[in-house]
């Protein structure tokens, strides 16, 4: 389907928007949650998962950055934490003072390079989180806050956005359209207050429509992220159309309320098969997106079982946006850093069968050894991923049916492995010593007919 030259605010129009190449290809972007939850930055341990209807979970709520709902929550930890270190009468507003005091210290240009060399494409900041404070001074005023507790003091979007793009990478920006708790305070507490918590008002809908335009005009993002849901007040489809003329090959998320999207969403969930539509799973390194003091290495993501999550999500046509929950002063913490440097350090190594490649005719394999693989294509090369250390010296490739001129090898060493059909199966002796850790890439040139 043709793009059209300009796009209308119909579902007909946005659907002509075609997935833009370097999206399709990216698939690793860093996510960040910086805002005044930063500054408490706490959440209970309780709720390993994230059952976000259990009435439980939602006074325990493991999520950082949904501090100032749970804060008024009786009975929470977080309210109990919240008194104990700020004292009862502490208004979450407060924050902003001391979140700007931190904020000084924040170099934009540091963290562009720790997620470059993390071996991400792109870059999402929380712009405006349900706590309705924003990360760029905009010119649209807030009704409810006082005038030095509407926005950063820096213009933290713009000050990121130069630095994600000096390091060559895309950046996009989340706006939190659902919820806003300076229009709609709530609390939530109980599952039906997701829904009615929801500001639909005609004041409301103005005015995320005039944020999110003054974003797409001062950035030009690459990502228009919005959360939760959009205001029928506030016209999600002159939205997309508005962006998509203005950044053609900006993506858009499926959380705006309207049957378009350049991609779907799921949160602390990947799919287990191949999804003809572009999908992108969100999650936090532990289980919060905004920083959690509490969280230590028992709550964030081992790094190895981190590289088969995004070998996973690649070979089922997905991106991984993965978060990182910074400190107010924007300290990344260092086990979230260790994280990110040995994703790092895996992609430069193995970053061909990743970057840039299509799912095959399946996903998922494995030798008859038991070895656990992962499949990805390129121009007619096979990528075989082995998940954790090859269970044998010989590895039997169940349903591999390799050409004569099939070349064998693997990712990080030089040379080709000697093969031998076996059946249908493919065996491949393993090199004495096979380069780095955690997975290990077979290429198998011009495999793909
Ligand atoms: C959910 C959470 C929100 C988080 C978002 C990220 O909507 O409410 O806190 O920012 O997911 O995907």
Request: some cysteine; charged content about 25%; aromatic content about 12%.
């Amino acid at each position: 389907m043709q793009p059209p030259v300009k796009y209308e605010p119909t579902i007909e129009s946005l659907n002509r928007h075609p997935l833009p190449r370097w999206y399709a290809g990216a698939k690793l972007g860093i996510f960040i949650h910086y805002g005044l939850y930063s500054v408490p930055g706490w959440a209970p341990l309780l709720h390993p998962e994230h059952d976000f209807r259990n009435p439980d979970y939602i006074k325990n709520n493991p999520y950082a950055e949904w501090y100032y709902n749970v804060m008024r929550i009786d009975g929470s930890p977080t309210q109990a934490y919240h008194r104990e270190h700020y004292g009862a009468n502490f208004n979450y507003y407060d924050f902003a003072p001391m979140f700007n005091a931190a904020n000084k210290k924040w170099k934009p240009e540091e963290w562009a390079k720790v997620f470059r060399a993390a071996g991400a494409r792109y870059v999402v900041l929380t712009t405006k989180h349900h706590e309705g404070f924003t990360l760029w001074p905009s010119a649209v005023k807030n009704p409810t806050l006082l005038a030095d507790r509407q926005h950063a003091e820096r213009d933290v979007v713009g000050e990121l956005t130069d630095a994600v793009r000096k390091q060559g990478m895309h950046m996009g920006l989340y706006y939190s359209g659902g919820y806003d708790w300076t229009f709609v305070p709530g609390p939530i507490k109980t599952p039906s207050d997701y829904q009615s918590v929801k500001p639909e008002s005609e004041a409301y809908g103005a005015y995320a429509n005039a944020q999110i335009h003054e974003l797409i005009e001062r950035y030009h993002p690459s990502v228009l992220w919005n959360d939760i849901d959009w205001p029928k007040t506030g016209k999600a489809m002159e939205v997309e159309a508005d962006y998509y003329n203005a950044v053609p090959d900006g993506v858009i998320d499926d959380r705006f309320g309207i049957a378009h999207a350049d991609f779907t969403s799921p949160e602390y969930q990947k799919l287990d098969q191949i999804s003809e539509k572009k999908w992108e799973e969100c999650r936090g390194l532990g289980r919060s997106f905004g920083y959690n003091r509490a969280e230590g290495e028992a709550e964030t993501i081992a790094p190895a079982d981190l590289i088969a999550l995004l070998v996973d999500i690649v070979s089922k046509n997905g991106n991984l946006l993965l978060d990182v929950g910074p400190e107010a002063d924007g300290t990344i913490a260092p086990v979230q850093m260790e994280r990110l440097q040995a994703l790092g350090a895996w992609l430069k190594q193995n970053g061909e069968a990743i970057y840039d490649t299509h799912p095959w005719e399946r996903a998922v394999g494995q030798t008859v050894e038991g070895d656990d693989l992962r499949f990805t294509i390129r121009a007619g090369t096979l990528y075989i991923t082995v998940l954790g250390e090859p269970k044998a010296r010989t590895l039997t490739f169940e349903g591999i049916a390799p050409r004569q001129l099939t070349k064998v090898e693997v990712l990080g060493r030089r040379g080709y492995l000697k093969w031998k059909a076996d059946g249908d199966n493919l065996q491949v002796a393993l090199p004495e010593h096979l380069p780095g850790s955690d997975a290990y890439v077979f290429k198998l040139t011009s495999y793909v007919r």
